[in-house]
């Protein structure tokens, strides 16, 4: 089945180590895109990116890296400069059609929780 | 970017119509709205969207008011899997989706 995978489900990490995310989409889709959710809030926008081995930051950028070597995956860093990051992590593809719509189609999600 | 408004929550029984608003006021000429709902501890996933006219799918309604300042999820009969987060979002641009805090329905069996 086509779809989005994250893994894991849930991630517990020390404070002030790096955590990479995975998240692999087998849609052909060639936008990805990675946000953020606090308890109660909605989702910001950390990074996105529209083709391979290209990626903007969005609005909560800072602390998160990112990597577009391949169309499927789209991968993000949270470093130890990220000041508050437990949060539930969700990434997030849809197509690049021009003049069309683009439904974003969202993954499962990463709980990360820092002790 | 547009502001939008949406009540913190709502209840509905099962079975009965829900109408979710939202009003976006500032809303530019060129921005869809679109709506998605969250169930709990899930991904986001798409709903419907519209730009002028009302729309209908298998999933909901959408009523979009003539001025475009506002519009209305109908669920035309909740049931219990329809209790999430809705989220309404004007935009024009993919990589400008604003969730916002959404309204949390709650359906009642």
């Known amino acids: 089945d086509g779809g989005i995978t994250q893994s894991p489900k849930y991630l517990f990490r020390k404070e002030g180590q790096n955590v990479t995310l995975s998240c692999e989409q087998n849609?052909?889709?060639?936008?990805m895109y990675w946000y953020r959710q606090d308890p109660g809030q909605g989702l910001r926008l950390i990074y996105y990116s529209q083709i391979v081995n290209d990626f903007q930051k969005g609005d909560i950028a800072e602390g998160y890296s990112v990597s577009r070597e391949k169309k499927e995956s789209f991968p993000l860093t949270v470093t130890s400069a990220q000041k508050n990051p437990t949060a539930f992590y969700l990434c997030?593809?849809?197509?690049?059609?021009?003049?069309?719509?683009?439904?974003?189609?969202f993954g499962p999600g990463t709980r990360l929780t820092v002790l | 970017d547009a502001k939008t408004t949406q009540p913190n929550s709502m209840e509905s029984n099962e079975e009965e119509p829900v109408h979710l608003p939202c009003n976006h006021s500032t809303i530019s000429g060129t921005d869809y709205i679109h709506w998605y709902r969250q169930l709990p501890s899930q991904g986001p996933e798409y709903v419907i969207h519209?730009?002028?006219s009302n729309v209908n799918n298998r999933m909901a309604s959408l009523a979009i008011a003539e001025d475009r300042k506002s519009s209305t999820l109908i669920l035309h009969r909740a049931t219990l899997r329809d209790a999430a987060v809705y989220y309404c979002?004007?935009?024009?641009?993919?990589?400008?989706?604003?969730f916002g805090a959404g309204t949390r329905l709650t359906v009642k069996p």
């Open positions: 979002i004007p935009s024009n641009n993919n990589n400008d989706m604003r």
């Open positions: 849609l052909n889709h060639d936008a």
């Open positions: 519209g730009l002028t």
């Open positions: 997030a593809s849809s197509m690049m059609l021009a003049g069309g719509y683009n439904e974003q189609f």
